[in-house]
């Protein structure tokens, strides 16, 4: 291929008219994985104080046959917002494994099920920041309408949000007082 003076000067120019566009890609990716970092660090911590709260010997307390023990809040939130993160990006789901061994979430201590929050958390945190700008901004179906991704991630902190608003319901029934909203 023949580069003249004059080639070489347009594909020089149309690389910098290029370039803001593909700094503020960079700077909405900073963006978001800074946002959501921080917004993530808040939620384990507050998910992991509340669960705490319980004794052990509750974990598998319910307050009617059909609702969710203790311990279901807590592995509902982790299986139910992997697979959906999974599902859509098209990765691996580090549960699934787990979930087909029998009674494998029913039978783990209170700090076996602390370690599986923790660790879902850092798994999550790690998706955000290594999920192209392209990818975050893929629209997907999710409750009706269509969200980028960027956005289920926030949607399946949501999630979190209502099964830890009932988790605080279940303590109070335990007479336990729970700690007080830590918020951003």
């Known amino acids: 291929m023949n580069i003249n003076r004059k080639t070489a000067l347009k594909t020089l120019a149309l690389s910098a008219l290029g370039l803001p566009s593909l700094a503020?890609?960079?700077?909405?990716?900073?963006?978001?994985?800074?946002?959501?970092?921080?917004?993530?660090?808040s939620?384990?911590?507050?998910t992991l104080r509340l669960y705490n709260q319980m004794p052990e010997d509750k974990?598998?307390?319910?307050?009617?046959?059909?609702?969710?023990?203790?311990?279901?809040q807590f592995v509902h939130c982790i299986t139910f917002n992997?697979?959906?993160?999974?599902?859509?990006?098209?990765?691996?789901?580090?549960?699934?494994?787990?979930?087909?061994?029998?009674?494998?979430?029913?039978?783990?201590?209170?700090?076996d099920l602390e370690k599986e929050i923790k660790e879902f958390y850092a798994w999550v945190g790690k998706i955000a920041t290594e999920t192209s700008l392209e990818r975050l901004e893929k629209m997907?179906?999710?409750?009706?309408?269509?969200?980028?991704?960027?956005?289920?991630?926030?949607?399946?902190?949501?999630?979190?949000?209502?099964?830890?608003?009932?988790?605080?319901?279940?303590?109070?029934?335990?007479?336990?007082t729970p700690i007080g909203y830590i918020g951003w």
């Open 24 to 41: 503020n890609k960079k700077k909405a990716k900073n963006e978001f994985s800074q946002q959501f970092a921080s917004a993530w660090k």
């Open 43 to 46: 939620s384990e911590s507050y």
């Open 59 to 72: 974990l598998d307390w319910k307050y009617t046959p059909e609702s969710f023990s203790w311990r279901t």
């Open 82 to 111: 992997t697979a959906q993160l999974c599902g859509r990006l098209k990765i691996e789901n580090p549960t699934e494994a787990k979930s087909k061994i029998k009674d494998y979430w029913k039978t783990l201590s209170k700090a």
């Open 140 to 176: 997907e179906p999710y409750a009706g309408e269509d969200i980028p991704i960027w956005r289920l991630f926030y949607a399946l902190e949501n999630h979190i949000i209502h099964h830890r608003g009932q988790a605080i319901c279940y303590l109070r029934l335990n007479n336990i």
